[in-house]
């Protein structure tokens, strides 16, 4: 794995949570963090607030000065999940990068075991481990269109994780700002940090039910909107050529 250097300025991990509406969930979210994180592991905390009308913004302005790990920053207008993620892992400083949906229901606690078994790797293109939610805390309607979804999508992609719709999820940074940015894409991280190469880990994470505000999501737009999404996703996949190996032509001798 890479590293940040001597520099104590430059956190080790950049917790990334895109969050839009969540004003209840979001301090107690940031508690969790710290705790989890405070004393382990050198982090900051970028919370990107989509277009958030509820008083969040308000918020993590306040709270972001009692807690020096958190940098609080805003879309002017809501512009979705996948354009939180990619303008949060854009600004973060960290070399690797931890997700957390904004709702709660991702336990913060988890981040350290995969931080340890990221560390614990002697596989040099792991670079991406996913959390994969065994035990669903959810509406049945929830886990429904969400078991379909992933049915779908691991038939076409083929991308070998089980559930690619968890908000936890620990990669490199510089994968991540390789790869294509496009509305939802964070639904297909593991596959797109295949395509480029990486290998990808799933790994068991807590899923809690969500106790305060509005789900953000339903039927519609987990699984008939992400049908055409896969479409342009295996376009991607089966197009795609990594280059063979580079050789270095200064100082090479004619034979």
Known sequence: MTSNGSDPNIPSLSVVIPAHNEAPNIVPLLDEVETALRGRISYEIVVLDDGSSDGMTDILAAEALKRPALRPLRHIHQSGQSAGLISGVRAARGDWIATLDGDGQNDPAD?????????????????????????????????MSSRIANRVRAGLLRDETPDTGCGLKLFERRLFLELPAFDHMH????????????????????????????????????????IVDIVG?????????????????????NP
């Open 111 to 143: 981040i350290p075991a995969l931080w340890d078994r990221l560390r614990a790797s002697t596989d040099p293109d792991l670079k991406m481990i996913a959390g994969h939610r065994a035990k669903r805390r959810d509406t049945w309607i929830k886990r």
């Open 233 to 253: 996703v295996m376009w991607l996949m089966r197009r795609s050529r990594l280059p063979g190996g580079v050789e270095d032509l200064r100082g090479r001798r």
């Open 187 to 226: 639904r297909f991280l593991p596959a797109l940090a295949r395509r480029a190469g990486a290998h990808v880990l799933s790994v068991p994470v807590n899923h809690r039910p969500r106790g305060r505000g509005v789900s953000h999501y339903g039927l519609h737009n987990r699984l008939w909107v992400g």
